[in-house]
């Protein structure tokens, strides 16, 4: 019953779509359990650049199913433009499962992201993700179950254009009601057909959104996303034990990124900073934003570790350091003058954290050519082994470029 579990080990856009892509090769199914279209999953093959949403990356491959799970805030329109983007790409139509338990995003509930200021306060991604998990814990979400009654469908939309205004209910319900009758064979249950595939001894991939720093309780609050970013959201999400999950694959690019607001000690807003994110490319996949750069924080890793508890790190992006005179890695914080290893739990005091680093020797030459660990310069080496031995959790797939090819399989 092998379940893999792929999690965001920082603040998001670790390269998770490209790992799970990688690993799905020999996989049965490929589960998202949380997080709906905020989520951007860059997956980079023959076939071009697929950007994903809400399609679990390992569902591009056919013979892997796709499920979306209870937990995935679920945008109909765009699910059918990233079909649409796919088949565009001349790929196979993914095989997918939509869990009937799942919520949807309507149109009003982007509006109310934007009303309520939270877009702006917090720098969401402005796709209606918050709203639509507010009004399922409000209990007045609407289901994927509901779907199938379009009378209830209808009063739905009357009663949130009343409450929320600022839209027409009707042509919505229709539209929600030509999704159903596309969609009606692949609507069911689907925490009971992923228990029975890992019960049969399939292979499993959870894919999860998003980031450890970004799960709405252990991340920082409230800078955060509104939903279960972890390991533990396979079962918040999925309801499915984390008993079942074999391996847990922490990703971490090899330095930090964040996109939106809030606290990032190591961000760097100088010529360094600026390096990594045009090194990088460090632009959303999903708003185009650039996204915040910094060193990589083994502080902020060892508290990811200590919740998700990795079997594995991947440690992406390794190509973007090189060529540097030295990397910085930050081992400790300093806080109100005391040196810790402690990820507060308190913003202001995160934001008060001073990170203390310890500089490695940096590499030269074309790292995206390497095919095996014994490619790559001996201080890149050196500095996946730092890393390796400051977590404690072994680095088995390293990225060196976007392509799926641009990945050293090392081996557990
Ligand atoms: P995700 O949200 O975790 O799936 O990550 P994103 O797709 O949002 O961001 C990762 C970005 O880095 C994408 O543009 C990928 O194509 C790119 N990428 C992934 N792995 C590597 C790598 O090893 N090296 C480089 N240079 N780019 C990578
Ligand atoms: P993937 O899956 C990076 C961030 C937003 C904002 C905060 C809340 O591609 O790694 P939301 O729209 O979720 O209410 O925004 O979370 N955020 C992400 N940052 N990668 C993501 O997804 C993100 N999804 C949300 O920028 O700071
Ligand atoms: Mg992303």
Redesign the pocket.
């Given at each position: 019953m092998p379940g893999i579990a792929v999690i965001?080990a920082q603040?998001?856009?670790?390269a998770?779509?490209k790992v799970v892509h990688f690993l799905a090769r020999d996989a049965d199914m490929c589960v998202r359990f949380n997080?709906g279209p905020?989520?951007?999953?860059t997956v980079e093959d023959d076939h071009g650049t697929a950007r994903l949403h809400l399609v679990p990356a390992g569902a591009l491959h056919p013979g892997c199913r796709g499920v979306l799970a209870h937990g995935v805030a679920l945008d109909p329109w765009v699910l059918e433009q990233e079909l649409a983007e796919l088949a565009a790409q001349r790929r196979p139509e993914p095989d997918l499962l939509l869990s009937e338990r799942a919520h949807l995003i309507l149109p009003h509930h982007r509006l109310i992201?934007e009303q309520e200021g939270?877009?702006g306060r917090?720098?969401?991604?402005?796709?209606g993700?918050?709203p639509a998990y507010e009004d399922r814990a409000a209990r007045r979400g609407l289901r994927l179950a509901d779907l199938a009654d379009p009378d209830l469908v209808r009063e739905h939309l009357h009663e949130a254009a009343r409450r929320v205004g600022g839209f027409t209910p009707d042509p919505i319900a229709s539209e929600l009601i030509r999704f159903q009758n596309r969609f009606a064979d692949r609507i069911g249950d689907a925490r009971s057909t992923i228990e029975q595939a890992l019960a049969a001894g399939k292979t499993v991939i959870f894919e999860?959104?998003?980031?450890t720093l970004?799960d709405l309780d252990f991340g920082t609050y409230p800078?955060?996303?509104?939903?279960s970013t972890t390991v533990h959201g396979v079962s918040w999400g999925a309801g499915i034990h984390t008993d079942r999950v074999e391996r847990v694959i922490g990703v971490a690019k090899a330095y930090t990124t964040?996109?939106?607001?809030?606290p990032f000690p190591t961000e760097d807003r100088g010529p360094a900073g600026e390096r990594l994110r045009q090194g990088g490319a460090e632009f959303?996949?999903?708003?185009g934003?650039p996204?915040r750069c910094g060193w990589l924080d083994l502080v902020a890793l060892r508290y990811a570790h200590r919740i998700n508890r990795f079997t594995e790190l991947a440690l992406t992006k390794l190509d973007v350091l090189s060529g540097l005179p030295e990397v910085r890695v930050c081992v400790a914080y300093r806080i109100d003058g005391a040196r810790t290893d402690r990820f507060p739990a308190s913003i202001r005091e995160l934001a008060r954290a001073e990170p203390v680093y310890e500089a490695l020797p940096g590499w030269r030459g074309d790292v995206r050519k390497a095919r095996s660990l014994a490619d790559l310069p001996a201080a890149a080496r050196h500095y996946v082994a730092f890393v390796a031995d400051a977590v404690g959790v072994p680095v088995t797939l390293i990225g060196v470029g976007p392509h799926e090819v641009d990945t050293l399989n090392v081996g557990r």
């Open positions: 965001g603040w998001g856009d670790e998770k779509g997080g905020n989520a951007g999953h992201e939270t877009a917090l720098g969401t991604t402005r796709r993700v918050g999860g959104a998003q980031g970004l800078y955060v996303t509104s939903s964040r996109v939106g607001e809030g959303g996949a999903t708003t934003r996204r």
